[in-house]
């Protein structure tokens, strides 16, 4: 089949990518999974703030909320940091950075913690910083909208094409796969954990991707206590987190081990950790957990995502890196993918932030 551009990997990247493609010609997302959400997409946290990551992530955070707020693909919550007394310098360095971000940032007394998050322990905490405009994200409607604009715009997503393996030709690229073979003059890396594979596979050079697995568990909360209206609670050294989710208390150790690209599992020895985390911090007790997972979130060396085209390889644009951001950066990076692989320049309102190609570009990333 020939097309204009061929997307491999159909989770949030690829799905964003695709639908912003679509509005510039004829597009096909392949997806080795049977549902496009498997991987890391489906195993997020699901929290949208703008306050994490460097500079270019918070442009890219930034940019993105018109279009989460245009669908209400966003949910009050907030986050409340705490820093044990031993987390002093920690506590202040993020209040000096919190000085330029667009939202609120303030410490608060630690009577007001425990007022926002009763169940911290009062014995734990020395300080604590609130963050309210921090917001639950809808991930799995995200997802779709990005789908369903894809296909009213004419494009294509084919799952279970098992691993599709680009090669170029005399005028782009053939991708073969499990459902047959696409040819285009641009294909688009969104592969997640395996951009390098798939970079690898196709003759491309690669940009030291490295995926780090993170642990997540939901758990019983006390049945008389109102998890709900809880902001989440996250240590400022990002050593623990934990959320309301859907009833229960969802949790992650905050963990980042390196990892092959594979279909990421839950280490018991990370649920050990998680549940003494939870447990030192909070009066909550593990005593069900209801379930436990990991995802591959997937980090290049300056831990900014990669989107441009590869300078050994004319149509072969990256689409990766997402790492722990690729949620709430979803529909700004689709728009730099189009914008780049349609040969157009940086959207105004990213231009206007600051951003430049050469933040993303991965002529920056010096590897074999
Ligand atoms: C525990 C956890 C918490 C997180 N919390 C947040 C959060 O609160 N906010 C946030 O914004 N982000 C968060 N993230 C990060 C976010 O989930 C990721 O950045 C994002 O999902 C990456 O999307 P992706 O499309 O690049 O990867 P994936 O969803 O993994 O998609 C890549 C797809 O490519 C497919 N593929 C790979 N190789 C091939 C091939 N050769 N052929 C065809 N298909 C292929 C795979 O099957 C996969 O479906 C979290 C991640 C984890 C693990």
């Not at 933040?359 to 990333?365: E, G, N, T």
Request: proline fraction near 5%; glycine fraction near 10%.
């Amino acid at each position: 089949m020939d097309t204009d551009f061929i997307v491999i990997g159909g989770g949030i990247a690829g799905a964003s990518a695709g639908c912003e493609l679509a509005a510039h010609g004829r597009v096909v997302v392949l997806e080795r999974e049977d549902a496009p959400g498997y991987h890391t997409t489906g195993r997020s946290a699901a929290l949208y703030t703008e306050n994490y990551g460097n500079r270019v992530i918070r442009v890219l955070t930034i940019a993105s909320k018109p279009f989460f707020d245009a669908h209400g693909f966003l949910a009050a919550r907030g986050v409340v940091f705490v820093g044990t007394a031993e987390q002093d310098a920690a506590i202040d360095r993020a209040l000096a950075d919190g000085k330029s971000f667009p939202q609120t940032f303030e410490e608060i007394s630690k009577a007001e913690a425990l007022r926002l998050l009763p169940i911290l322990r009062d014995d734990y905490f020395a300080r604590a910083i609130h963050e309210p405009d921090a917001t639950d994200m809808d991930v799995h409607g995200i997802h779709q909208a990005f789908l369903r604009t894809l296909r009213e715009r004419g494009g294509q997503l084919v799952t279970a094409t098992g691993d599709a393996v680009a090669n170029r030709t005399a005028t782009g690229w053939e991708v073969e796969t499990r459902q047959g073979r696409f040819r285009a003059p641009v294909v688009v890396n969104a592969a997640g954990a395996w951009a390098d594979a798939v970079a690898k596979a196709a003759g491309v050079r690669t940009i030291g991707l490295v995926p780090k697995r993170r642990t997540a568990i939901t758990f019983d909360a006390p049945a008389e206590t109102p998890v709900h209206g809880w902001p989440m609670g996250l240590d400022i050294e990002e050593t623990f987190y934990f959320k309301p989710e859907a009833g229960r208390v969802l949790a992650s150790p905050a963990d980042e081990t390196p990892s092959e690209p594979c279909d990421a599992q839950a280490d018991e020895y990370d649920v050990a950790v998680c549940v003494d985390r939870i447990e030192r911090a909070t009066t909550l007790q593990v005593r069900r957990i209801t379930h436990r997972w990991a995802g591959l979130r997937s980090f290049v060396a300056d831990k900014t995502p990669v989107v441009g085209e590869a300078p050994d390889a004319p149509g072969f644009f990256w689409c990766a890196g997402q790492g722990g951001y690729g949620i709430m950066t979803s529909p700004a990076m689709g728009r730099v993918v189009a914008a780049l692989a349609s040969g157009a320049a940086l959207p105004a309102d990213l231009a206007a932030m600051g951003l430049t190609a050469g933040d993303l570009a991965p002529q920056r990333l010096q590897t074999a």
